[in-house]
């Protein structure tokens, strides 16, 4: 069965501060895609990521990278020099190749304090 | 501007009564989805569509149902069959069978009254 693990519920830091977000997935499918969105207060998910099985390249934009790591299952966002407007909930998802349903994380509210 | 629109923001429902959520996309994505989004909770499927006149049910579709009689539009009625209805509703759509990325709406929050 597919999932997707986010076990940090609330992070809160400091203006400048780095944060990772972790994001653990399971599937036992071999091709699979993997995505982070951010669900600012407004209420709509804006999509931040997508990455294939495939590729484990770790990915920068930004203050945003990510690092993918396939022996562990892992997907985990690190922003850099955080600011208040990255305050917000993330989530991590998970899809079987495909299909475009997607599999969510519980999400992961991130509150950047000044 | 290209997006989805999701309408009403908010809306109050009484027990028992049927409420009809609309979603509208100008994407001319043919693929498009309802999500339900609780308090803690990460967003599950409720309904999916890949192309008009044509949806599927999703992990939790019981008390909901939906149509598809137009590309743009993708209209989801919550029933007075399901038991805990409030929550926040999400739609959104994407290009079918390419994993890519969706796009959201704005959202509806329901509240039952």
């Known amino acids: 069965a597919q999932k997707v693990t986010q076990a940090q519920t609330e992070i809160s830091v400091v203006e400048k501060e780095d944060v990772t977000l972790d994001c653990v997935y399971e599937?036992?499918?071999?091709?699979?895609?993997l995505f982070w969105y951010k669900q600012p207060p407004s209420g709509e998910l804006v999509f931040l990521i997508r990455?294939?099985?495939?590729?484990?390249q770790n990915e920068i934009s930004g203050r945003y990278s990510w690092n993918f790591q396939k022996s562990t299952s892992s997907f985990n966002f690190t922003i850099t020099a955080s600011q208040v407007v990255d305050s917000a909930v993330y989530f991590c998802?998970?899809?079987?190749?495909?299909?475009?349903?997607?599999?969510f994380g519980a999400g992961t509210r991130l509150a950047v304090h000044p | 501007d290209g997006g989805i629109t999701q309408s009403p923001k908010y809306l109050f429902r009484k027990e028992g009564q049927n409420v009809t959520l609309s979603c509208e996309q100008n994407l001319n994505h043919d693929a498009m989805y309802w999500y339900r989004q609780d308090p803690g909770q990460g967003l599950r499927l409720i309904y999916y569509s890949q192309i008009v006149n044509d949806f599927q049910k999703g992990d939790i579709a019981e008390g909901y149902s939906v149509s598809r009689e137009k590309k743009e539009s993708f209209p989801l009625t919550v029933t007075s069959a399901q038991k805990n209805p409030t929550a926040f509703y999400l739609c959104?759509?994407?290009?079918?069978?390419?994993?890519?990325?969706?796009?959201f709406g704005q959202g509806t929050r329901l509240t039952v009254v």
């Open positions: 990455r294939n099985s495939f590729d484990e």
């Open positions: 998802a998970l899809s079987e190749t495909g299909y475009n349903k997607l599999i």
């Open positions: 959104a759509s994407s290009i079918p069978g390419l994993n890519t990325e969706a796009f």
């Open positions: 599937t036992r499918d071999t091709t699979y895609y």
